[in-house]
Antibody, heavy 117, light 112 residues
Framework: QVTLKESGPGILQPSQTLSLTCTFS??????????VGWIRQPSGKGLEWLAN???????YYNPSLKNRLTISKDTSNNQAFLKITNVDTADTATYYC?????????WGQGVMVTVSS | DVVMTQTPVSLSVSLGNQASISCRSS???????????LSWYLQKPGQSPQLLIY???NRFSGVSNRFSGSGSGTDFTLKISRVEPEDLGVYYC?????????FGSGTKLEIK
């Protein structure tokens, strides 16, 4: 059974760094063809893809976030991470991680992040 | 970036009728590996998105056969036959052929 769960700070201040963790089970990020993606959704709005990381440590980012993103993984502990530097109120959203093979087939429940002074 | 244009923005359908959602991409989604990386998701109220269709026309495990995907190149359609109450929510198309990966803006399905 594939499950994913996101965790994060809940609230942080502008200019801080947002650190998110995706803890998963039921698959391994060392398996050929496996990936994990991060997606976010401001309240009441649509979905935005942020980044993904693959079994071979290939990483891809959405350039709209202008080099503020860093994605990484800990294969031994079945975790993937996303850091967003220099956050702003526009980064307030629910952040999801999802397993990616031919699609984003399993999603976590999401974690709400609020950026506020 | 590949722009994914979904229509209509909202859709009101009577129970038992068919619903159809269109998704058009600004570039062909045919990948050099021969696959078309277009998928469809349903986000029910208060829930995470869930995968319905992958590779344009393949139904994901456990998804009702009332859902079907079709299309190629730049033009794709999701059809929902015999709409049921649990089908309400927002439907998104998503392309992962070209970087950055992009979603459509969503289609809200309401039940009449």
């Amino acid at each position: 059974q594939v499950t994913l769960k996101e965790s994060g700070p809940g609230i942080l201040q502008p200019s801080q760094t947002l650190s998110l963790t995706c803890t998963f089970s039921g698959f391994s990020l060392s398996t050929y063809g496996m990936g994990v993606g991060w997606i976010r959704q401001p309240s009441g709005k649509g979905l935005e893809w942020l980044a993904n990381i693959w079994w071979d440590d290939d990483k891809y980012y959405n350039p709209s976030l202008k080099n503020r993103l860093t994605i990484s993984k800990d294969t031994s502990n079945n975790q993937a991470f996303l850091k967003i530097t220099n956050v702003d109120t526009a980064d307030t959203a629910t952040y999801y991680c999802a397993r990616e093979i031919a699609a984003l087939d399993y999603w976590g429940q999401g974690v709400m992040v609020t950026v506020s002074s | 970036d590949v722009v994914m244009t979904q229509t209509p923005v909202s859709l009101s359908v009577s129970l038992g009728n068919q619903a159809s959602i269109s998704c058009r991409s600004s570039q062909s989604l045919l990948h050099s590996d021969g696959n078309t990386y277009l998928s469809w998701y349903l986000q029910k109220p208060g829930q995470s998105p869930q995968l319905l269709i992958y590779l344009a026309s393949n139904r994901f495990s456990g998804v009702s056969n009332r859902f079907s995907g079709s299309g190629s190149g730049t033009d794709f359609t999701l059809k929902i036959s015999r709409v049921e109450p649990e089908d309400l929510g927002v439907y998104y198309c998503f392309q992962h052929t070209h970087l950055p990966l992009t979603f459509g803006s969503g289609t809200k399905l309401e039940i009449k």
